[in-house]
């Protein structure tokens, strides 16, 4: 019963997903302004040649931050537990 | 329809990973459903951003100026390494688990709790 | 692991290491940059763990020195991008691209051959991110892998 019911959910869902990327065209973006920004005037500005480079670590440098910051967020909890549940009081000196 | 064949493959993976995330018990299993789901949000990013016989937007040699997005390819790289952070929490998560109850199946750990 | 493994991970551990900052140090003209190259040397640490075992890695390779790599990475990343503040610069502002300084290379518009002088704060936020995502990918490994060794003295894994 349950399988049938996600089978059910799963199905509405193909057909709303195939239904929604219909009028998107491959290969052809419609809104491209700022990426041509990007693109045109990233090299003088940032002295970068490779503009996703200069995209992650200037033009949307906070984006970055917050990814660090989970990042090591992740770490710190990832050694708390393990810390914690597997008795590692021997673990900590260098 | 062909033309969209990126796109549909993005629908086909949605669709795989949240099949995982709905009907499987085990938690391994499960996370795995939780990464071919990100990697469907990640390959819909990539797709968006495809021009049409574009190169990839770095200059050194590069044989044109005619470049496919390099927004969407920044984005991307953020949500590879959150879903890489994620996918490590969730793992140890499954690890003490597995300790403390000797198995990651979902059914066998409600009849153990209650 | 055998004494061949052991062998050619002693071989390939520095040529990784150095396939990694090559990829860091270069993020800044060719594909690459911060997060792809600490990843690829924390995978080199890995191949150490793999064929050495736990218990003798850790000997090696501390997880405080790896917890220090990981805050060094963070707060440089931080700290350069705060320096622009000095300079009266908005946050992450680009204060040394252009300059003619370090890193400071003017770059016109259009392909050209590459210079490594040039990126401003990039290539500094490029190793910065490097070390973090090498320390805090090396401790998830390790952290993961001290969950699954024995606890009492048993010592059946990794030889």
């Excluded at chain 1, 199905?11 to 709303?16: D, E, N, Q, R, W």
């Excluded at chain 1, 290969?27 to 003088?44: A, K, L, T, V, W």
């Excluded at chain 1, 949307?60 to 537990?81: H, K, N, P, Q, Y």
């Amino acid at each position: 019963m349950r399988k049938i019911v996600a089978g059910l959910i799963l199905g509405a869902l193909l057909i709303t997903f195939v239904a929604m990327i219909l009028p998107l065209e491959f290969g052809s973006p419609r809104m491209s302004d700022m990426d041509d920004y990007f693109i045109r005037y990233g090299q003088e500005q940032t002295g970068n040649n490779n503009e996703c480079t200069a995209i992650v670590f200037d033009y949307r440098g906070f984006d970055t931050i917050g990814e660090s910051t989970v990042l090591f967020t992740a770490v710190i909890g990832v050694g708390i537990m393990f810390r914690r549940f597997f008795g590692g009081e021997e673990v900590e000196d260098e | 329809m062909l033309w969209n064949l990126p796109y549909l493959a993005v629908v086909i993976i949605t669709v795989i990973g949240l099949a995982a995330i709905l009907l499987k018990k085990n938690l391994i299993k499960m996370m795995l459903g939780i990464n071919i789901l990100q990697s469907s949000a990640n390959l819909f990013l990539i797709s968006l951003g495809y021009r049409e016989g574009g190169i990839a937007p770095i200059y050194t040699l590069a044989p044109s100026t005619h470049m496919v997005l390099p927004t969407p390819q920044a984005l991307c790289l953020t949500s590879i390494v959150i879903g890489l952070a994620t996918s490590a929490l969730m793992l140890s998560f499954a690890v003490i688990i597995h300790k403390k109850y000797g198995t990651v199946d979902l059914d066998q750990i409600r009849r153990l709790q209650g | 692991m055998s004494k061949l493994v052991r062998f050619a991970a002693d071989i390939l551990y520095p040529v990784v290491l150095i396939f990694g900052l090559y990829i860091v140090a270069h993020g800044h003209i060719t594909p690459g940059g911060g997060f792809q190259g600490g990843a690829v040397i924390a995978t080199g640490v890995a191949l150490v763990i793999v064929a050495y075992g736990y218990r003798e890695v850790t000997q090696w390779i501390g997880k405080g020195g790896l917890m220090a790599r990981e805050v060094v990475g963070l707060l440089g990343f931080i700290g350069t991008a705060l320096v622009a503040f000095i300079f009266g610069m908005p946050f992450f502002y680009n204060y040394l691209a252009g300059q003619g300084g370090l890193f400071g290379v003017p770059v016109t518009y259009g392909p050209n051959p590459g210079e490594l002088n040039t990126g401003g704060t990039v290539p500094l936020m490029n190793f910065a991110v490097g070390i973090e995502v090498w320390g805090g990918l090396a401790l998830v490994i390790l952290y993961l892998l001290s969950g699954l060794v024995p606890h009492d003295d048993h010592e059946k894994e990794g030889s």
